[in-house]
């Protein structure tokens, strides 16, 4: 199982970041996907959830408006578009598979977003 994240970056404040997490290993389009973010200190905050299917989302409230989950089943990969980036967004970005049903739960490694003038 790979869960892999990309697209973290250096990014200004208002500015814009599109994270990838591309999943092998396990059928992709069964698991429900979030994505989590972490500064250090403090504990691992959920961003954005999106349903296996694509067809329901939740985010956290301070993301509502800003950033977008979405799912590509044939490409096993999901996405979070963040928009208007503030400095309290820079943390290390996780992806997260979970088949809740089954128990199983699956991490990335995590990329960084650094929002900063």
């Known amino acids: 199982v790979q869960l892999v994240e990309s697209g973290g970056g250096l990014v200004q404040p208002g500015g814009s970041l599109r994270l990838s997490c591309a999943a092998s290993?396990?059928?992709?389009?069964?698991?429900?996907m979030s994505w989590y973010r972490q500064v250090p200190g403090k504990e691992r905050e959920l961003v954005a959830s999106?349903?296996?299917?694509?067809?329901?989302?939740n985010y956290a409230d301070s993301m509502k408006g800003r950033f977008t989950i979405s799912r590509d089943n044939a490409k096993n990969t999901v996405y979070l578009q963040m928009n208007s980036l503030k400095p309290e967004d820079t943390a290390v970005y996780y992806c997260q598979a979970i088949l809740q049903l089954a128990g199983y739960i699956y991490w990335g490694q995590g990329t960084q977003v650094t929002v900063s003038s």
């Open positions: 999106i349903s296996s299917g694509g067809g329901s989302t």
């Open positions: 290993g396990f059928t992709f389009s069964s698991y429900a």
